[in-house]
């Protein structure tokens, strides 16, 4: 086995939607060879092994396409959601007894699923970190020597994210938020092998360790949100102080305001995309607004929203008005992404691993949830008023119109800048490496108390 001096490690995703990847696309700079892992589909991997992954990802994705299906569709949907549902948190209770999700998983990997992958892990010797919980337990399972950490996506998490045998398993979790940590306790993890990271976000959105492009986009952002100034007064001394400037000098129109629709890695929501721009038809014609829809790497989604689009007979604002955001290569879609977001004013999404993009200092308009791990999601970006639950999407041109007249979106900006961690890309690091670092903001590194 090779020592590693460096400071690198084998960063593992898997290819199933956009969660697993857009967690590891910010830690590329850690990952060895500059490369990251996809557990699922890397070069030489064994047909068993592929055929086992690729009959949990396509039946996932054709449920959550079936939920939209009358009746029928959401009984499916609801019947497979108990197989990965997160419990009640209160009354707070030892919850550490294994699910059938997590038992299937660990039978399968302990008959051979995923050794190949490990017996390649183990040519370096340097720590894994993983942003899905089968890799970290394939790593554990076969022998994996060096540290194992796995990076948690969501804002609450099922008994499948915590070990067998917790108590037994040197697995380490950085958590996005106190929610995950205290959940993983109840799961019987240790409390030291716990460590509130923050979730990581790209550095094309945090600029440098202090945050300079962060800092001006949202500031920006905020000019957009509240244009007359009329809510902002009340933050000011806050906000100057955590922007480093003396008075509240923004750059303003810069641009009109934005709004960016982001569709899941199912494709599930497409025709949502639709029905907000036929609300909006006539604020973009009257350049009132500028929408971004996100396809992602479907590109039958891509075609679906510009034919749709030419139907509503707004042909002329695409590349205009209208832009839809498309790459076939999912890095290349997540960079394109993280550059769209620099000139977003609202996002509008299900309430994914994007939750914590909140960060940025961005509201987040909830579109409804799929599957359990995402209601918790929405609960906990509501609780820290950085999203807001969408109104009735025919009438958005209302709404959305009154909320910016009201201060509503600016205060769910603020909200979700001063109360969801920034600094997880850079607190990774130092969990993994113990490289110092100098900041005033975000400091929960150590173990969770």
């Not at 590891?24 to 892992?37: D, F, N, S, T, W």
């Not at 699922?40 to 996932?60: A, C």
């Not at 549902?85 to 302990?110: E, H, M, T």
Request: aromatic fraction near 12%; proline fraction near 4%.
């Amino acid at each position: 086995m090779e020592k590693q001096k460096n400071n690198k490690a084998w960063v593992v995703a898997v290819d199933m939607g956009y969660g697993h990847q857009r967690a590891a696309y910010p830690l590329k700079y850690l990952a060895y060879g500059g490369e990251i892992i996809n557990s699922n589909t890397y070069e030489g991997i064994p047909k068993k092994d592929v055929k086992i992954w690729r009959q949990s990802q396509k039946f996932y994705n054709f449920i959550s396409r079936f939920k939209n299906f009358p009746i029928l569709g959401k009984y499916a949907f609801d019947l497979f959601d108990r197989f990965q549902a997160i419990p009640r948190f209160y009354p707070k209770r030892d919850l550490s007894g294994s699910n059938l999700q997590l038992l299937s998983s660990i039978f399968l990997i302990k008959k051979g699923w995923g050794k190949h992958f490990v017996e390649k892990l183990k040519k370096k010797d340097i720590p894994l970190i993983s942003t899905f919980f089968i890799p970290a337990y394939m790593a554990e399972i076969h022998g994996f020597s060096s540290d194992i950490y796995l990076l948690v996506c969501d804002a609450d998490i099922s008994r499948a994210w915590a070990p067998y045998k917790p108590s037994m398993s040197k697995i380490k979790y950085l958590a996005p938020n106190h929610r995950v940590a205290e959940r993983l306790k109840l799961y019987g993890v240790s409390k030291n092998k716990i460590f509130l990271s923050g979730f990581p976000l790209p550095f094309e959105n945090l600029g440098n360790k202090k945050l300079s492009v962060l800092k001006e986009d949202f500031c920006s952002r905020l000019v957009n949100l509240d244009p007359e100034r009329k809510h902002i007064e009340k933050y000011k001394k806050r906000l100057t102080e955590a922007l480093n400037q003396k008075e509240l000098s923004c750059r303003a129109g810069r641009r009109k305001l934005s709004l960016t629709f982001a569709v899941g890695g199912a494709g599930a929501q497409k025709k949502l995309g639709i029905t907000i721009v036929k609300s909006l038809k006539e604020k973009i014609i009257s350049k009132k607004i500028h929408i971004n829809l996100i396809a992602g790497v479907h590109n039958d989604v891509s075609r679906f929203f510009e034919s749709n689009i030419k139907n509503l007979g707004l042909s002329g604002e695409i590349g205009r008005g209208i832009e839809i955001i498309f790459e076939a290569n999912k890095e290349e879609y997540f960079k394109k992404f993280s550059n769209t977001l620099r000139k977003t004013d609202i996002l509008w999404t299900k309430p994914s691993e994007l939750s914590f993009y909140a960060g940025l200092g961005m509201p987040i308009i909830v579109a409804p949830p799929i599957g359990s791990q995402e209601k918790f999601n929405k609960k906990w970006l509501l609780s820290t008023g950085a999203g807001i639950e969408q109104e009735n999407p025919k009438y958005a041109s209302e709404w959305i119109f009154d909320w910016l007249r009201e201060g509503i979106f600016m205060e769910s900006a603020v909200s979700g800048y001063f109360k969801t961690e920034k600094y997880g890309t850079f607190n990774i690091e130092k969990i993994i490496f113990g490289k110092p670092k100098k900041r005033k903001i975000g400091e929960d590194i150590r173990p969770a108390a």
